[in-house]
């Protein structure tokens, strides 16, 4: 089955500077990746997702960047605030392919901390 | 849109007991979806419906643990007998179509077995 790795764990910037969380996968099917922000006491909220048909997306400080060659993507917050400050969890999935296309394999998670 | 409606928020139960987690998915969704969260495995798919049909189940631990979903607005996850390491946070979610997009979660039940 599909398995995902983030890194990293946590991660603590300054107010204003850039984040940078990495994930790679290993189902060479995944055509899917969505990343996820989950607040305290929250279930995890989809933020930005990006298919296998594209390299990069952007929306607003939030960008995804996918290289299905080495199967790794990438997610880009820029001019962090602290209300960014949330685990966040990427993930993949085959889209609409048989063989668990409706399931989601989630990364462990990186703690995400903008001080100010 | 209420989103997807888990409860309760929390419980606590002892050892040997009963334990019933219940969801309300977005209406319209056709796909739920049953997670675990815990520290060690992060989150882990148990199961998940299609149309209120069971779609795949490979991911429940143990016979212990058993879901339902007996109409399109009303699933549950039950665990009888609990024991502490059912210990976590189950989150139930709802998709509008197949392919895992468009995944909304619930706010989940922290579930602690004393």
């Known amino acids: 089955g599909e398995n995902v790795e983030q890194h990293p764990s946590t991660l603590s910037v300054q107010e204003g500077d850039s984040a940078v969380i990495k994930c790679t996968y290993s189902?060479?099917?995944?055509?899917?990746f969505p990343w996820y922000k989950q607040e305290l006491g929250k279930g995890p909220q989809l933020i930005i997702d990006?298919?296998?048909?594209?390299g990069e997306k952007k929306d607003q400080r939030i960008a995804v960047t996918l290289n299905k060659t080495a199967k790794h993507f990438s997610l880009h917050i820029t001019e962090t605030q602290p209300e960014d400050s949330a685990v966040y969890f990427c993930?993949?999935?085959?889209?609409?392919?048989?063989?668990?296309?409706?399931?989601?394999?989630f990364g462990t998670g990186t703690q995400l901390k903008v001080e100010l | 849109d209420a989103g997807v409606i888990q409860s309760p928020r929390h419980e606590v139960t002892e050892m040997g007991q009963e334990v019933t987690l219940r969801c309300k998915p977005i209406?319209?969704?056709?796909?739920l979806f049953w997670y675990r969260q815990t520290m060690m495995r992060g989150l882990e798919l148990l199961i998940y419906?299609?149309?209120?049909?069971?779609?795949?189940d490979s991911g429940m631990p143990e016979d212990r643990f058993s879901a339902k979903m007996p109409n399109a607005s009303f699933s549950t996850l039950k665990i009888q007998p609990s024991e502490p390491r059912d210990s976590a946070v189950y989150f139930c979610?709802?998709?509008?179509?197949?392919?895992?997009?468009?995944?909304?979660f619930g706010s989940g039940t922290r579930l602690t077995v004393v």
């Open positions: 419906f299609n149309n209120n049909v069971p779609i795949d």
């Open positions: 979610a709802s998709s509008p179509r197949e392919g895992a997009y468009g995944y909304t």
């Open positions: 993930a993949a999935s085959r889209g609409k392919l048989t063989g668990g296309g409706n399931k989601l394999t």
């Open positions: 990006i298919r296998s048909n594209v």
């Open positions: 189902d060479s099917a995944s055509n899917y």
């Open positions: 209406s319209g969704h056709d796909y």
